[in-house]
């Protein structure tokens, strides 16, 4: 007779649904801790629970790090996001990510590239390791198990064509560097995780000064511990 509490997580169910949002529970990518996560509604939460009241008619959301496709899963299904473009730098979340696209009828677009701002080689090394969301560009932040070399797209370029109003960035640490020389034009919101473990207090200062610098200020109101709601002072959000 087998012992219940040694069987599989992956044996309870096929889908896991999350705030609505319908995921496929593939033992190579959902965890244990995920898992529990996404079936607590707590996965990316203090993301997932602001995104109603900051979403604005006609909005062009740029995601960086889609990760399981959930975050932009709640984005495309909002009929106030007009498009929602995605990149993630993992090469196995990919396919993850459209397919929960497709299991939740939306309509989102994944490209596999890390955004750059620098000029500099085609391709990158992306460290992966055991969890999908510590995997990084930081050789040095844990243990990895394979690196793999993903293409690097220009920033500007891709912000050129797609437009953004409403960035989203969860990126493990690169959102210091990436922020700090990304021109952001016509972009009116910016919901970034800050990751001090990986950046430091003084990467956390880069960060706020660089959106200073582009005319952003924190939004107390709407952020939450590492996530941070940078917005135009001008710009009107729902109460």
Known sequence: MSN??????????????????????????????VRISLEKQRYEQDEAARLDRIIAPGERILELGAGLGFISSLCARDERTEAVLCFEANPELIEF??????LNGVAATV???????????????FYLRD??????????????RRV???????????AERFRPSFI????????????????????????????????????????FAA????????????????????VRPDHPLIS
């Open 97 to 102: 990510i459209r397919e929960t696209h497709a």
């Open 111 to 125: 490209e596999n590239a890390v955004l750059t701002t620098a000029p500099g080689p085609a391709r990158v090394n």
């Open 148 to 158: 793999v070399s993903v293409p690097l797209r220009r920033f500007d370029k891709v």
């Open 211 to 230: 959106m200073a610098a582009q005319g952003f200020v924190y939004d107390e109101k709407l952020s939450r511990g590492s996530v941070i709601l940078f």
């Open 4 to 33: 219940s509490a040694d069987a599989p997580d992956h044996d309870r169910t096929s889908i896991i649904e999350c705030r609505g949002v319908r995921i496929r529970n593939d033992p190579k990518i959902i965890t244990h801790r």
């Open 131 to 144: 969890t999908f969301w510590g995997s990084s560009l930081a050789p040095d932040a844990s243990p990895y």
């Open 168 to 207: 989203i960035c969860d990126i493990e640490g690169a959102e210091v560097d990436l922020f700090a020389n990304a021109r952001l034009n016509g972009v009116s919101k910016v919901l970034v995780e800050i990751h001090t473990a990986v950046t430091g207090r003084r990467g956390v200062a880069r960060l």
